[in-house]
């Protein structure tokens, strides 16, 4: 069975400062792991997504994140943070060559705010 | 402009009454899928479907319907049998049998009166 455990529900960082969203997983195979990002009342955005590839994965807005199966990790950083960065982000887990039924799991969010 | 929208925005429920839900895409993805997002639980499937005329339950499809008659549309019906309905509800569409990567609409707030 898989899951996702993001660890932490709010993450304040000021602005200009790095920013460090943790995620865990846990498969019993390889899988897909994504970062989607929310604004308040808006749909998911796609930020970038692993696909055992290149365990550095570079998004969108200057994100990116490390695959690490040892420690079945996938955590998000930013070097600095923008006043727009601030929503909620979702870490996501989805089996390969699943098809179209991959039923995507996803983690509770961290609320990421950024302070002046 | 390619994408998937939701209407309406915002929906009103009355005691008893069902209420649809819209979604369409025009990316030409053959999978679509509807979810339920609630404060601090992240989101859940409600039902999913893979091609035109066929769809299946997820993890929390009791009190909702759906149809699958075009492939570019998935409503989404609420209905009375659904007790607890106010949530943000969210429509996505996939072609990615590979990854399984989704694309989201804006969402539709349904709220009780």
């Known amino acids: ?116 | 402009d390619g994408g998937i929208t939701q209407s309406p925005k915002y929906l009103f429920r009355k005691e008893g009454q069902n209420v649809t839900l819209s979604c369409e895409q025009n990316l030409n993805h053959d999978a679509m899928y509807w979810y339920r997002q609630d404060p601090g639980q992240g989101l859940r499937l409600i039902y999913y479907s893979q091609i035109v005329n066929d769809f299946q339950k997820g993890d929390i499809a009791e009190g909702y319907s759906v149809s699958r008659e075009k492939k570019e549309s998935f409503p989404l019906t609420v209905t009375s049998a659904q007790k607890n309905p106010t949530a943000f509800y969210l429509c996505a569409s996939s072609n990615d049998g590979h990854t399984g990567t989704q694309y989201f609409g804006p969402g539709t707030r349904l709220l009780v009166l």
């Open chain 1, 1 to 116: 069975a898989q899951s996702v455990t993001q660890l932490d529900s709010h993450v304040s960082v000021s602005e200009g400062t790095p920013v460090l969203l943790r995620c865990n997983y846990s498969s019993s195979y390889s899988p897909s792991l994504f970062w989607y990002v929310q604004h308040p009342n808006k749909g998911l955005q796609l930020l970038l997504k692993y696909t055992s590839a290149a365990t550095l994965v570079k998004g969108i807005n200057g994100f990116e994140a490390e695959f690490k199966k040892s420690e079945t990790s996938f955590h998000l950083t930013k070097p600095s943070a923008h006043m727009s960065d601030a929503a909620e982000y979702f870490c996501v887990v989805s089996p390969p060559y699943g098809g179209a039924t991959n039923k995507l799991i996803f983690g509770t969010g961290t609320l990421l705010a950024v302070q002046p």
